[in-house]
Nanobody, 125 residues
């Protein structure tokens, strides 16, 4: 059974930092690219960042470029999202998702096969 488990969310003041983790099990992790999405109340789930199966390529939404960094450790079956200089508008539930390495479409939700349950990030002003 495939599981993606997010952790690291919490409450932080504007300008602060958090590091989210996405731990995977039940799949050949190095064969999957991984993305992070966020969903604010009443809004659509939106793309935040993605990393290719090898870790050689990364992609970011314009709103987080220069503030967020995605990385992965295939030996630990884990992907990380380092979030710096957080803003109140970053407040949302953050989800990680995995897609097979041959898809190469990182922004569209429909290309992701597995999803985690999400972790709440709240940024106070």
């Amino acid at each position: 059974q495939v599981q993606l488990v997010e952790s690291g969310g919490g409450l932080v003041q504007a300008g602060g930092s958090l590091r989210l983790s996405c731990a995977a099990s039940g799949l050949t992790f190095s064969s999957y690219s991984v993305g992070w999405f966020f969903q604010a109340p009443g809004k659509e789930r939106e793309f935040v960042a993605a990393i290719s199966w090898s870790g050689g390529s990364t992609y970011y939404a314009d709103s987080v470029k220069g503030r967020f960094t995605i990385s992965r450790d295939n030996a630990k079956n884990t992907v990380y999202l380092q979030m710096n200089n957080l803003k109140p508008e970053d407040t949302a539930v953050y989800y990680c998702a995995a897609q097979p390495r041959y898809y190469n479409n990182y922004v569209a939700r429909t290309f992701y096969r597995y999803w985690g349950q999400g972790t709440q990030v709240t940024v106070s002003s």
